[in-house]
């Protein structure tokens, strides 16, 4: 299921985020945030962003602590390794918040809660 969802309104790119029932941001839904604003900045039709919650109410809360609690777990629990390459993994929430600073375009936060 995609927590993602966007629209184009003419030149404007509406990119909702739905995380129901308590709209909370999660590494799935980080990364599906930054390839919908990282491919709205390189669509030459969209003029402008317009980032929303597509929970009633609720723009986007905050990171789901459910979720960094597991993650911290996790490492803690880990047997110590020795280094090796980096995984490839998906672009997190720091990339997220990178990339909207650098979109060339303007961003709105049409906050609705």
Do not use: C, W
């Amino acid at each position: 299921m995609s927590l993602v969802s966007t629209e184009n309104r003419g030149p404007v790119r509406v990119i909702t985020y739905a995380n129901a029932p308590f709209g909370t941001i999660t590494a799935a839904g980080s990364a599906e945030m930054f390839s919908a604003i990282a491919d709205a900045g390189e669509d030459p039709l969209v003029r402008v962003i317009v980032v929303t919650g597509g929970v009633s109410g609720i723009f986007i809360r905050h990171y789901d602590v459910g979720e960094l609690s597991d993650a911290a777990d996790a490492v803690q629990s880990a047997a110590p390794r020795s280094p090796s390459p980096p995984n490839p993994r998906p672009p997190g929430f720091h990339a997220l918040t990178d990339m909207i600073s650098a979109v060339e375009k303007p961003v709105i936060a049409a906050i609705n809660g």
